[in-house]
């Protein structure tokens, strides 16, 4: 079951759809945090370090939800195609529930980057993320049609399964964090720029490999 799904897993990310996602949640996790920087530090308001601990873990939150929610149909074999309004579907549909719901994903956000053990490991942030965000697709699907129905055993993997995938995603973050580290330093080198400045730009891409474990806990959803 666990290399079924992560063969499913590596077609869904050579589709067209799953690239431009990708590219769209790059864009949401970089650009609210260069252009808040850029205001921040033009009224010496706030410092860098502090923009990237505050800020990151809601950009991050916002972009993964927006990801999964335009991919599901795709992820959960349900489409070949992205949904690519069906977030603001959602917000329409359940404004009080789709609150709730990114306020999960910001919160475990947080909480994730307070733990040190676990502050490396940003594939397994993104896993975490983009783990409840299919759990609140199958919620939103099972309300629009009640024909669907939603149980706990729904969401749970066998042992194996979950062991194989949390081994992929922290072999992802050990990748991550090598090439943050030779990033920062190339960059640091060559441009000057500051390890909180390159967090901000680095970190959004190794966060993206999460996105593979992601695809692997759909594939078995589906």
Known sequence: MFWDSFYSALKI?????????VLLYLL???TPGILLLLFLQKRH????????????????????AAAV?????????LGEGALWGFPFKVMKMSPGGFGVFIGVLIALAYLIDVIPKFRRFQSFKTLVLGGISLIFVQICLSAINPMLEVE?????PEFWFVCGTLFIAAVLSRIGHFVFVAFTNVLGNKFDLREELAELLILPIIAALGLLPVF?????MA
Do not use: S
Not at 13 to 21: A, C, G, N, S, Y
Not at 45 to 64: G, S, T, Y
Not at 69 to 77: E, K, Q, R, T
Not at 152 to 156: D, E, H, P, V, Y
């Open 216 to 220: 692997i806990y759909g594939a078995w």
């Open 45 to 64: 308001a706030l410092h860098i370090k502090f923009v990237r601990k505050l800020f990151l873990p809601v950009f991050e939150a916002l972009a993964v």
């Open 69 to 77: 929610l335009m991919l599901f149909p795709v992820i959960l074999g």
């Open 152 to 156: 706990l055993a729904n969401f749970i």
């Open 28 to 30: 949401l996790m970089v």
């Open 13 to 21: 990310m050579t589709i067209w759809d799953t690239h431009v996602v």
